[in-house]
């Protein structure tokens, strides 16, 4: 009943930028806290950067001052701004939402991913 589309991955240079994008779809009532992971060979998936309905931001350490989170509530949707990329960048990063959805019939919260989206930097 709900879908997370991502989009926006691909190669680029260490210093160089891209944006990650997250479409939330279905039969949503409203979506919670939006927020991005990412999962390189080898490693335990970990969390990126997040950020509640109220805007409200947190991020690891090591993207610090290099990636933005955003969202736009009125498209469902969740940003993330990448710059000064590095090779250690390099992952499968997966939008993840926590949406109430409406069935007709009640109400229920659950958790959702995206199906990931590959971004490589490397010259």
């Known amino acids: 009943q709900v879908q997370l589309v991502e989009s926006g991955g691909g190669l680029v240079q260490p210093g160089g930028s891209l944006r990650l994008s997250c479409a939330a779809s279905?039969?949503?009532?409203?979506?919670?806290?939006m927020g991005w992971y990412r999962q390189a060979p080898g490693n335990q998936r970990e969390l990126v950067a997040a950020?509640?309905?109220?805007?409200?931001?947190n991020y690891a350490d090591s993207v610090k001052g290099r990636f933005t989170i955003s969202r736009d509530n009125a498209k469902n949707t969740v940003y993330l701004q990448m710059n000064s990329l590095k090779p250690e960048d390099t992952a499968v990063y997966y939008c993840?939402?926590?949406?109430?959805?409406?069935?007709?019939?009640?109400?229920?919260?659950?958790?959702?991913w995206g199906q990931g989206t590959q971004v490589t930097v490397s010259s």
């Open positions: 993840n939402a926590e949406i109430t959805v409406f069935t007709g019939s009640y109400y229920y919260t659950d958790d959702y």
């Open positions: 279905g039969s949503i009532s409203s979506i919670n806290a």
């Open positions: 950020i509640t309905s109220g805007g409200s931001t």
